[in-house]
Structure formats: structure tokens, C-alpha cells
């Protein structure tokens, strides 16, 4: 801005005793250096003496140097006499910094602008004795602004606190209509064949409000139109350096960009500079000394408000594929302005000074720094351990953690060790195939537990990507593992799922909560629970993978519980090592959903183990226990609320209440090779009272069982599966079987007496049963005995087994016919005949 428009924009509360002449410059703080010949003028004409229009500022320039009024001027009288001869002597630093920021006048409503500019002028009118004296001080610091062509180093720039690229620009879009009229005026220069320097920065810079913009449209202009001469590189070709040849043949290598772009901002009235020096490059061996090795890449540091910026051309252009020899185009804006904490992980300048850093770091601990892509930082990594690239395994593990801002997604690639940084792939697609790590993420970091195979050396490249994108993950950060003793461990089961715990998008698929970790589960007795907790119904699949263990029998070890609000999966571990347990899920209501993975957990069984009797029963549904597929038959009200149930006596009741009377099926089942004389169905019992169901089971022997439960949701229609308990039996008793019943037992009867279905020879046996709207209950054998009524409307009575009979039948009559229908019958023991 110049002193006609600052006068014209701002008013000022002391009118000007200097005028500038065409030739005279306002430097970064606002004509504080002050030219010799401009003090001998101020001294000739006697301005020093006047009297200041404002009595506080006339007091101060008198005070600050009373002895020696008649020889030069005081530091605080020139920073007056400056501000009086341009009235722009009293911007800030900052006001002249924020001239090149891209938020200009017309990128912000009228109001804003209009609110701004009256607060600056507010600013300007008021001069604090305090901060007079300031930036008096400051001025013993600083050296004359240096014109065009002159050398300026780092030191030249203004003191204070450094800027940064934010506070620049916030982001790149910010220069969308610069971007976009610098591609298609370039897109035009080169079909025009226009190759020189001058009429390319006029056309590429024409609309540019400022510094910023004019060297925006240079990087841009750079990036999309000059491509790395692999050729050259790779001595194939003569390399080009001129900026004529290099704008001709539309390649460079490092030097072509860096002179191209000096030349460019000559042109353009910006002072920069090339800066020589090592970089983590193609070419580049993590680990090698540099060390009396001459420097081999060259980019730019530019003067902005006074204060130094560092950019890469070369770097933002695209990448080398070496594996193909060949350019790989890709617009890195990373590279533009970097801050120089960032810029020094990959770029080490010749000349400590150009480091631009408070505390510049020396060469050895370039060599050993974590070399990081620019995908790291602007993901807004950050990198927890190890602070260095090297990393020596302790007890045949080495750990790397990242942490984050944004949610994120990893994976990582170790293989042998490569001498070149930049080979293998830069991007990586959904899976790992990798088995010799761990890599856990939690709510704001990643951990990643390497476990190398063998003794030797292993390179390691970490890959992320933000957690809502689709596009491959993208290499972040590399690593070198020297593994001197392997850990001897057991093989760790393939992970296809990228990373160990809750998947990133768990939260978004229903998951609220886990009672594990993302860290490794030590199983104890063979025998692991996982519970999640849901924000919606879901429909839950598990799936469990041990190197040596075989599907079918993996099926066998899982037994999975839904509920409303939860999710539980319980685990059996027949066989020591690790195990993936991965969990998927979809929506309840949702039956045409997929599922999808929401979580892997890696066990490890190192302790007793399951055998292979003891684990659960063939057949086993999805849905075992009461939840929300019973609450939604209205099956409700369970004795039982959990899958899993154990009995030491061989016995149990479950009862729950069936609201809707809907018609009911139970079974019971175990494996296939355990025959009994006596079915499976005949050990168990169902009693209706009103809406309360009791299933009684009675086991003939040790073991592992299922209780499947059906009902018939819709008249005349098939029995849908409602729940599967998982019953587990320690008692070495048989159980006695039940007796066997018929249809005619229906809703509301009930046998009290007796509760066994085989009956001891020669014996009275005693009958208690309730049968509502019977008319006569009699048990029939060698003779039929009518049962007796009463007042509790229990037929009772006793009635003799005999010797000989097969079996005894329970049966009742109902109407007026006087038939009767079978209920049950009781088989009875035969004796042993003697021989």
C-alpha cells in the first residue's frame, strides 16, 4: 500500500511534516529505517525543534534524548519523524503481513470489511508512549531492506515471532480462481508455444492482488506444467537446466524447477532465492551417512512481508515410479510455503540458516529422523514413538504409535530390507496379509506391535487414510527394524480387516461400547466372553480362525446372544496360540443389509484348553438365549436370561410366558455319535399353564446339549426358530426320561405325579395329574383304574405296575361319548429272567 492511499484511506490525528518523494520506500515497519539524507534534511529545516501537534508524543521526543538534542536524532524521535513524513509508519508489522494474506477486501462481506477497516483506523490514531518506546527498541535490531537482486539471507527478514502457513491461508481453497485461471492460461501459453519467462509470469500473474497470489500462480504454474525428466535423472539424456529449455521440452529435473522458479519471481517482483542441500528423495537410503556427500537437490526460499518461506516445485509436481522408471503427475500443495519444523524432516539445506528454525538441528539427526510423506501431516498425524527410523527389537518386539486428530485408518507392509527409501508400493488396498505385527487403534492413537520372523532386517512403511474416505490408504511414515533374536511365539492368525479392536466405523454401525480392547485378550480356562453394547437393534455374525483349527470345528466354539441393547458372543479355545475372533453386523430391521465387519479381537490361549467333547453342541443357531427375536414372538419373562446354562444335578426347568398363545416346539440335541436307548425327546417335558411355559429337561448323562426353541407365528405355518440354550451337564447320573406324550395333552395339564416315564416292576405307583374339563382320567394296564377327584381338581390315585406289563396309559374323557383319548404313556422295567 502505498503513502498516497494510506493517506487517503486512514486518518491520522498529526499532520505531516515530511513528504515523500517518487523514489523513497515504506519498508516492512513503516520507514524506520531512515536514510541519512533524510535526517540532514529533518536537521536542516529544523523540524526536530517544533513543537508536536500532540503534547504526548512532543513530550516523549523531547525526553528520550535531552542531552543530545542538537546531534542525532533519539531512536523514538526518527520512528516519529518517519510516521509524520509517510503516515504509513505507523502500520504494524502485522497490518503489512496481513496485506499478503489471501483474505482481501473483496472476499468478505461489506459489513466485515467496512467493521475492519474503521477498526484500524481507530488503531492508527491512537500511539501509546509505551508502544512508541517499543518500537523505538525494536529498531536498533533491524537492517535496511535490501532492493532486488541483492542477496538476503534468513536474518535479514523481520524479527519476532515467526508465521506460520496458516496464518497465511487457511487452506488451498482460498486460491481457487488463481489455480484455476493459472491452469488454463498455462493450458493456452502452450499451445501458443510461448516459452518465454517474462510473457508467461505477465499471463499466469495477471488478477493477482498481491505477493501471495503472484507467487501462487508461479508454484501452480510450475507444478502442472513442468514434469521430473526421469531420463535425466537417470543419465539417459542431457539434463536441462535453463529456464528456456526447461519451459521448451516441459521437464526439469530439481535444478530445472528451482532456476525456473527463481527466474519466475524475479520477473515478478519476489525476492527468492535457491537453497541447495540433501533430501530424502529418490535415490535416497534410509540409514546412509551424508556426511562429505555432496548435496543433491536443489528448491526455493521466498521473501514474504519480510519474512523467509520455503517451497519444493520438484516435490509438489509428483512422484517418481522407479520400479517403472517413470513420472507419476500429482499436485502436492504440501510443499507450498511448508513450515520449516515440517520441511525439515525431508529437506536439509547446505547452510544451517536456511533450516529456518529457532534451533536448527545438525546433519546426524536429519539421517536419523522418521522420514514422513506429506500425506502424514496433512492428515494431522503426529508421531508418538520412536522419535528416530531405526529401531532395534527388545525381546523380539518393536512398537511404533502414531497419534491422530481425525479419525483415521491404518494398515502397514513390513518386508526385507530394501537399501532405497522409495521402492514398493506408496499406496495400499484394504488388507494386510502381514502376520508378523499387531496394529490396534484406539479413540486418538495407533499402536503397532511388530513382531519380526526371523533374525535380520525388515523395512516397515505405515499406511492411512481418513476413516470416511474409499480411496487406498496412502504411505504416511517408514521405518528399518533390526531384529537380532525372533521372538518364539506362536503364528498369529491373517487379519484381512486392516487393524486389531473396534473398526473405525463400529460407532456408525450400531456399536456403543466393548468389554475388550483393542489390545491382545489372554484367555483363561479356554473359555472368552465378548460383550458389545448396541445403539439399535443388530443382527450379529461371528466368525473365529485359528491356524490349525478347521471351520467345522471352529463353528463349534461359538455361541452368539442378541438382545435389544447387546451383543454377546462366548468363545471356546480348543488349542493353544492365537485365535481372530471377527464380528459383524447389520441392522435388525434390515434383513437385505449386508453385514459388516465392526470389529476384530486377537485371543491368545496360552493355559488350559477346551476339549473337543466340551464344545458346543452341532446345529447351534445364530441366536441363542432370550432376546429380541423372543420379545418380538412376546416370549418374555425367562428364568433363564442367558445362553449358556449348567447343572450339576442333570435337571432344570426354564419357563418364560407366551403372551400371543402362540403354539410351541421344543428339541433336544447333542452330538451326533452319543446314541441312547431312549430318544432325546423323550427327556423332555412341557407344562402350559395360562401363559406360563415351563420346558423341563431331564439328561440322560454327562455332556453338552442344546434346548431348541420353536413357535408358529402365523396359523397353519412353519415353526420359526426363537432361541437355542446351550445346557452343560457335569452330573455322571443318568437322568430319567420323561413320559411319552400324546396331542391329547394339551394347555393346562399337568402331571404332578409320577415324573418319570419308566416305572418299577410290581410296584404301586402312585398318579396325581390335573386334566381341565376331563369328565373321568383313568390308567389302563392289566386292569384299568379310574383316578380319583379332589377339591383341588387333581385326579389322584394309586395303581399296581404288575409283572410282565409293557407299559401303563395315562387317559382321560372329555364329552359325553365317553371315549378316551391317550394323554401319555409309562413304560415299566422288565425283570431279568432267570436262566
Avoid at 529505517?33 to 529544523?46: F, T
Avoid at 531420463?231 to 525456473?260: D, Q
Avoid at 402331571?751 to 381341565?772: D, H
Wanted: glycine share 6%.
Amino acid at each position: 500500500m502505498s503513502a498516497e492511499v494510506a493517506i487517503q484511506k486512514f486518518s491520522f490525528p498529526f499532520s505531516s511534516a515530511l513528504s515523500l518523494s517518487q523514489h523513497d520506500e515504506v519498508t516492512q515497519k513503516g520507514c524506520v529505517q531512515v536514510k541519512a539524507l533524510e535526517l540532514r534534511d529533518l536537521q536542516e529545516k529544523k523540524i526536530l525543534s517544533k513543537p508536536s501537534p500532540d503534547p504526548v508524543i512532543g513530550a516523549l521526543a523531547h525526553k528520550e534524548n535531552p542531552a543530545h538534542e542538537s546531534l542525532a536524532p533519539s531512536p523514538a524521535a526518527q520512528v516519529l519523524l518517519c510516521a509524520e513524513a509517510s503516515h504509513s509508519a505507523v502500520l504494524s508489522r502485522r497490518s503489512t503481513f496481513e496485506k499478503l494474506t489471501v483474505e482481501s477486501e473483496d472476499q468478505r462481506p461489506a459489513a466485515k470489511r467496512q467493521l475492519s477497516s474503521e477498526s484500524a483506523a481507530r488503531t492508527i490514531t491512537v500511539v501509546k508512549k509505551s508502544a512508541v518506546r517499543k518500537e523505538a527498541e525494536e529498531q536498533r535490531h533491524l537492517k535496511p531492506k535490501t532492493h532486488l537482486g541483492q542477496k538476503v539471507t534468513p536474518c535479514a527478514a523481520a524479527t519476532g515471532k515467526r508465521k506460520r502457513r496458516k496464518d497465511l491461508f487457511t487452506n488451498s481453497e482460498v486460491f481457487h480462481r488463481v489455480d484455476e485461471h493459472v491452469i488454463r492460461a498455462g493450458a493456452e501459453l502452450k499451445e501458443k508455444c510461448v516459452y518465454d519467462v517474462k510473457t508467461i509470469v505477465q499471463s499466469i500473474t495477471q488478477g493477482a492482488r498481491n505477493e501471495l497470489e503472484r507467487l501462487r500462480a508461479i508454484w501452480v504454474w510450475l507444478c502442472h506444467n513442468i514434469e521430473y525428466d526421469v531420463s535425466g535423472y537417470l543419465g539417459r539424456s542431457e539434463k536441462l537446466s535453463s529456464p528456456e529449455e526447461v519451459i521448451a521440452a516441459g521437464r526439469g529435473v530439481c535444478c530445472g524447477y528451482s532456476n525456473l522458479c527463481t527466474e519466475m519471481c524475479r520477473e515478478s517482483g519476489l525476492e527468492c532465492q535457491e537453497v541447495p542441500g540433501h533430501s530424502k528423495g529418490i535415490g535416497y537410503r534410509q540409514g546412509q551417512s551424508l556426511k562429505n556427500v555432496k548435496s543433491d537437490h536443489l528448491w526455493n526460499a521466498v521473501l514474504l512481508g519480510g519474512q523467509w518461506f520455503l517451497l519444493d516445485a520438484c516435490w509438489g509436481a509428483g512422484r517418481v515410479d522407479m520400479e517403472h522408471e517413470s513420472f507419476v503427475k500429482r499436485f502436492d500443495d504440501f510443499y507450498f510455503l511448508t513450515d520449516p519444523e515440517e520441511f525439515i524432516d525431508s529437506h536439509f539445506p547446505d547452510e544451517e540458516k536456511w533450516q529456518l528454525l529457532d534451533r536448527p538441528i545438525p546433519l546426524e539427526e536429519f539421517e536419523r529422523r522418521v522420514f514422513k510423506t506429506s500425506a502424514f501431516f496433512t492428515m494431522g498425524l503426529r508421531l508418538i514413538q520412536p522419535h528416530h527410523f531405526h529401531i532395534v527389537t527388545d525381546g523380539g518386539e518393536a512398537n511404533v504409535s502414531l497419534g491422530f486428530s481425525r479419525p483415521a485408518t491404518f494398515t502397514y507392509e513390513i518386508t526385507q530390507h530394501q537399501d532405497l527409501l522409495h521402492c514398493g508400493a506408496s499406496e495400499q488396498k484394504e488388507s494386510s496379509s502381514s502376520s508378523f505385527g499387531l496394529l490396534t487403534v484406539s479413540h486418538r492413537s495407533m499402536k503397532l506391535q511388530l513382531l519380526p520372523p526371523a533374525s535380520g532386517t525388515y523395512d516397515v512403511k505405515v499406511f492411512a487414510r481418513p476413516e470416511a474416505a474409499v480411496t487406498p490408504l496412502t504411505w504416511v511414515c517408514s521405518f528399518t527394524v533390526e531384529c537380532h533374536t525372533p521372538r518364539a511365539m506362536e503364528e498369529i492368525p491373517e487379519n484381512p480387516f486392516l487393524s486389531w479392536g473396534q473398526q473405525p466405523v463400529a460407532g456408525s454401525l450400531g456399536i456403543a461400547g466393548s468389554s475388550q480392547g483393542s489390545e491382545v485378550a489372554e484367555v483363561e480356562e479356554g473359555v472368552f466372553e465378548l460383550a458389545l453394547k448396541t445403539s439399535r437393534p443388530l443382527m450379529v455374525l461371528c466368525e473365529l480362525v485359528h491356524p490349525q483349527l478347521e471351520a467345522a470345528v471352529a463353528k463349534r466354539c461359538l455361541a452368539t446372544q442378541i438382545q435389544p441393547d447387546a451383543l454377546t458372543c462366548h468363545v471356546l479355545c480348543p488349542s493353544h496360540g492365537f485365535y481372530r475372533l471377527s464380528v459383524f453386523v447389520r441392522d435388525y430391521e434390515k434383513p437385505e443389509a449386508k453385514f459388516q465387519n465392526a470389529a476384530n479381537f486377537l485371543l491368545h490361549c496360552k493355559g488350559k484348553v477346551v476339549g473337543l467333547e466340551e464344545l458346543f453342541p452341532p446345529n447351534l443357531g445364530s441366536v441363542c438365549g432370550p432376546g429380541t427375536r423372543t420379545l418380538e414372538a412376546g416370549l418374555s419373562k425367562f428364568s433363564h436370561t442367558a445362553a449358556l446354562l449348567s447343572t450339576q444335578q442333570g435337571k432344570c426347568n426354564v419357563t418364560f410366558h407366551n403372551q400371543r398363545d402362540l403354539e410351541l416346539h421344543t428339541v433336544l440335541s447333542r452330538e451326533e455319535n452319543k446314541t441312547a436307548a431312549i430318544p432325546l425327546s423323550r427327556h423332555l417335558f412341557c407344562t402350559y399353564t395360562d401363559s406360563k411355559v415351563t420346558v423341563s429337561v431331564s439328561l440322560p448323562d454327562a455332556g453338552v446339549y442344546r434346548l431348541g426353541l420353536y413357535a408358529r407365528i402365523a396359523p397353519g405355518g412353519d415353526f420359526n426358530p426363537m432361541c437355542d440354550f446351550v445346557l452343560r451337564n457335569s452330573c455322571d447320573q443318568p437322568g430319567p426320561a420323561f413320559p411319552c406324550v400324546y396331542s391329547a395333552w394339551r394347555k393346562g395339564s399337568v402331571l404332578f405325579e409320577p415324573r418319570v416315564g419308566l416305572l418299577e416292576p410290581l410296584s404301586w405307583v402312585r398318579f396325581r395329574v390335573r386334566v381341565p374339563g376331563a369328565q373321568r382320567v383313568s390308567v389302563v394296564g392289566e386292569t384299568r383304574t379310574d383316578l380319583k377327584l379332589n377339591k383341588s381338581r387333581v385326579w389322584e390315585g394309586e395303581v399296581f405296575s404288575g409283572n410282565g406289563l409293557q407299559q401303563l396309559k395315562l387317559a382321560a374323557c372329555s364329552g359325553e361319548s365317553g371315549d378316551m383319548a391317550v394323554l401319555m404313556t409309562f413304560d415299566i422295567k422288565q425283570l431279568e429272567r432267570e436262566v
